[in-house]
């Protein structure tokens, strides 16, 4: 089954060395989604570029989120009519934690339901956003699969992690299970 890889960067859009923009790099299978604003979020806009990428293919999709991009996504599939195959989930933050950005709009009342694919919620211990047990009761609501990676920070570009070779074996499992 032909697959795209649908990427949803957290704000500020993933960088240079974000592992993220590096698998985009070696993997053309892979399509990052373009906002308007990748600094000021607005959860509403983010949907709606999810959406707007998901529709224009007709591949089955596996969709590569990191941190806002795990809300917006959550935000997006379930009320999206687009079949999903499975979800890569990494760094979900709090929406209600300390350390939230102020500047990103709407993205509190996560839905807490059953997502409509597979799903794999990756954390660390060390999250400045987000602790494990927020992101493990998140896998719980989702219906996903939870995994903490130990001590990796915000696993950004930040964790050094270059092209996060962990990561990727996640998503080639994900990837291997919704072809199924």
């Known amino acids: 089954m032909d697959t795209a890889v649908l990427v949803i960067p ?4 993933s960088g240079p060395g974000h592992w993220q923009t590096l698998w985009e790099a070696t ?4 399509v990052r989604i373009q906002v308007a604003d990748w600094d000021h979020p607005v959860c509403a806009s983010w949907v709606e570029s999810i959406d707007t ?8 999709l596996v969709v590569v989120a990191h941190s806002l991009g795990c809300l917006a996504f959550a935000h997006w599939a379930v009320q999206c009519r ?4 499975g979800a890569l989930l990494v760094a979900v933050p709090d929406p209600n934690g300390p350390n939230f950005p102020k500047r ?4 509190s009342d996560l ?3 059953s997502l409509p694919c597979k799903s794999v919620v990756v ?3 060390d999250d400045p956003y987000g602790n494990p047990e927020y992101a493990k009761s998140c ?5 996903g699969e939870f995994v903490n990676i130990g001590r990796a920070g915000h696993i950004n570009s930040a964790s050094n992690l270059g092209i996060w070779p962990r990561g990727l074996q996640l998503l080639d499992g994900l990837r291997r299970c919704v072809s199924m």
């Open 123 to 125: 954390s660390s211990e």
């Open 111 to 113: 839905p807490l339901l």
């Open 53 to 60: 990428q998901a529709r224009s293919t007709d591949k089955s």
């Open 82 to 85: 687009r079949s999903i195959r």
């Open 139 to 143: 896998a719980e609501a989702w219906g």
């Open 10 to 13: 957290g704000i500020g859009n």
């Open 104 to 107: 990103a709009k709407g993205f």
């Open 27 to 30: 993997d053309a299978s892979m």
